[in-house]
């Protein structure tokens, strides 16, 4: 079955420590990209990646960071959380940019 | 990327068909035009694509007339599990994707 998986779904963390959110897809898909979804101001990317060790910024990089190593995998990671990344975050793969995108079920962090 | 509008909500009747609308009047001529559906804390999904004309599927059909300013997804006879938020995108099918506020769609029994 296609899909796109994150781990962990929910998470409590402290600010300061920091944390990976895994996103893995078995599509082969060259695409994929991170979003946040906050109340009120919808989704908005992260970042995204074209292909293995190609990637780059969206529109709300700032405290995150990521890599993709190898196709499948494209972890997110916060350094250092702070309380105003509590959100929902989705990964999301593709083989070619918004076609037919596939998400994942989301995670909801949130940083206390 | 260019700007999209739509309705910010709308409400329907089941066995209605619904058409949302998108505004996308900074087109550029390698966007393409895609649709997304979004259930409550879940991912969205994907729902049609098209660059030009008429695209149909077993789920909806995307209109776009000739200038591509605009775009209409139509929605034949809706059910209650219709309801969501539908989001329209424009871009050339690569790198940055921007999503706008979404038409809240309501449908009632």
């Known amino acids: 079955e296609a899909q796109v998986t994150q781990n962990p779904r929910y998470l409590i963390t402290v600010t300061g420590k920091k944390l990976t959110v895994t996103c893995s897809q078995n599509?082969?898909?060259?695409?994929m990209s991170w979003y946040r979804q906050d109340p009120g101001l919808g989704l908005r990317q992260i970042y995204y990646?074209?292909?293995?060790?190609?990637?780059d910024k969206g529109d709300v990089p700032e405290g995150y960071k990521v890599s993709r190593k190898e196709k499948r995998n494209f972890p997110l990671i916060l350094e250092s959380p702070s309380p105003n990344q509590t959100s929902l975050y989705f990964c999301?793969?593709?083989?070619?940019?918004?076609?037919?995108?596939?998400f994942g079920q989301g995670t909801r962090l949130t940083v206390v | 990327l260019a700007k999209t509008t739509q309705p910010i909500s709308m409400d329907s009747y089941e066995g209605q068909e619904v058409n949302i609308t998108c505004s996308h009047n900074?087109?550029?001529?390698?966007?393409?035009i895609t649709w997304y559906q979004q259930f409550p804390s879940q991912g969205p999904r994907f729902i049609i694509q098209?660059?030009?004309t008429k695209v149909t599927n077993e789920v909806a059909s995307l209109f776009i007339p000739a200038d591509r300013k605009s775009s209409t997804l139509s929605l034949p006879r809706v059910s209650l599990s219709d309801t969501a938020v539908y989001y329209c995108?424009?871009?050339?099918?690569?790198?940055?994707?921007?999503f706008g506020d979404g038409t809240t769609l309501t449908v009632k029994p």
């Open positions: 999301a793969s593709s083989s070619k940019g918004l076609t037919e995108a596939f």
């Open positions: 599509m082969n898909h060259e695409y």
């Open positions: 990646s074209m292909n293995v060790e190609v990637t």
């Open positions: 900074n087109i550029a001529t390698n966007d393409y």
């Open positions: 098209g660059y030009k």
């Open positions: 995108l424009v871009g050339a099918n690569a790198g940055k994707s921007t």
